[in-house]
């Protein structure tokens, strides 16, 4: 085998199949659940019963409480595993109030908003009502109001200990949850959209980024301005009107497409499959975006895809459904390089929506194999709803049968950098006569690491570092690179193997790791990365 340095792909001007590539199916199911009621929200949560795996949160807008028709009941669920099919343990509920307040219309995950070291979590109703619940013990921390929806964690702002929130139109400070700053751009009601941008600015906070659709009297505009997370400053806003009378209706932030070290964003349009890349240093246009011709008219998905490979940038998931046929397609996209990593095609009823709509989240590794992965729901006939986690790992070619290809991270990491954790991944499969791509990220920029190629080593203790590493012995291939800024203050690392198209390495294994090395041992380790190579 060889092993090389790979470099990252700067886009100055694009004109490309969002998702190109070659796509393999996901098709690994690591649990289902029967879902009580019909949910019509769902986000993983924190693990409140520190049992190793993440609560589910569910919510169902139409459920009746107490006499009180449509008032709406969220549901906290315990996400550990259970033989298929099962209803998982229920570990909190909360009905809603009001007939048809609709409690559970949508439900979100914060982060550790009241400060006692568990993340807390959210529901809204159907009246434009939100209400912040304790992770801790399910009691009721914060009820406010707002018609746009936006309920997202922002992180820390300050030294207090607390995460704020971004809650519609504003930015609530952790603890007292009162409003730090509105933020600008005229947000109002339906025709609004909040999201995170990353760190615009480059003062280590996630940053805004705020749409407005509109009209000024003869064609539709929108105004999207990039705001500064931590005071709500804008930094610059961008006007969008044309003759064809098509106008932007929603903006997601995505990796680094230019190269420069900050997160770029996509603008979706009103109408039409068309989608523009956006520089969000310096407003650029890096190129337009035709969606794959089994994705027409898609959607992108606002659920928390997290890095499903490793390369230090967030991924997207692509939405597409439809009725006739009723089928759900789901595409994760690469958030740098906007390549297809998985498929996953969902079989459906013939609902109307919001009926049959799938739910998505992720960001979560269930299964603890280094990957996170995805939780999607789907309809059955007796309008059961079934929740699956599928593996956010890179799929198997659907020619793969035995032995089965895989990548799964053994062992645990170690680190004495400042309390940083580097994350070993990877895109692609390892197949022979194809190469496999490696990542290393959750790490500093500027400083030097070691790829290591061998044989699994034995669990030994370290002195200096906390914990203990599993370490890649015997190592075929050692190659010494420089972790290149993907952020300010995130580093990542990327190389390729090529495996030779020797038909006799099917079924052997290959052990991959990623060291910070210091003068006597390593100062850092990620977890070993256990390739089954097959063949395509």
Known sequence: MCIRPWSSRVVSS???????????AQEDVLQTWTLPGRPNSLAMIGDLDRD???????????????????????????GRPTPAGEVPGTLRTRFGSSAEGGLGYRVARL??????????????????EVFFF?????????????????LISLGRLDRDGLDETILGRGVRRGGTFEQLYRIPGGIKGPSSAVGLGGDIDGDGTQDVIA????????????????I???????????????EEDVAIDHVFAIGDVSGDGQVDFLEVPEEGPLVRVRDARTAAILGELQPPSDLPQFELVEARAGDLNGNGFPDLLL?????????????????????????LRVETLPLPFPSALVLVEGDQDWNRDGFPDLFVTRKLATLQTILEVRSGAPARAASVTTPRTGLRAVGQPCS???????RIGATGLPLVGHELVLHLTGIDPGLSALLIAGDLGARRARSGARGACSLAVNAELVLATVTQPAAPGVGVATVSIAIPADAALVGTFLHAQWIVPGRTAPLAATRVLECQIGSD
């Open 14 to 24: 694009i004109a490309v199949l969002l998702g190109a590539g070659v796509a393999h």
């Open 52 to 78: 190793g795996f993440p609560e589910i949160l569910v919510g169902e807008a139409d459920a009746d409480a107490d006499g009180a028709a449509g008032a709406g009941v969220l549901r906290v669920l315990a």
């Open 111 to 128: 982060g550790d908003v009241d400060g006692d070291g568990v993340l807390d979590y959210a529901g809204r109703n159907a009246q434009s």
């Open 134 to 150: 304790g992770g801790r013990d399910g009691k009721l921390l914060f009820a406010g109001h707002d018609e746009v929806e936006a």
């Open 211 to 226: 749409n407005v659709a509109t009209h000024d009297g003869k064609w539709a505009m929108s105004i999207t301005s990039l």
């Open 228 to 242: 500064s997370g931590r005071n709500g400053t804008v930094l610059y806003s961008l006007r969008f009107d044309d």
């Open 319 to 343: 939405r597409r459904q439809t009725l006739h046929p009723p089928l759900a397609m789901l595409r994760a996209v690469d958030g740098h390089t906007l390549e297809t990593l998985w498929t």
């Open 416 to 422: 004495d950098l400042r309390g940083r954790t580097p």
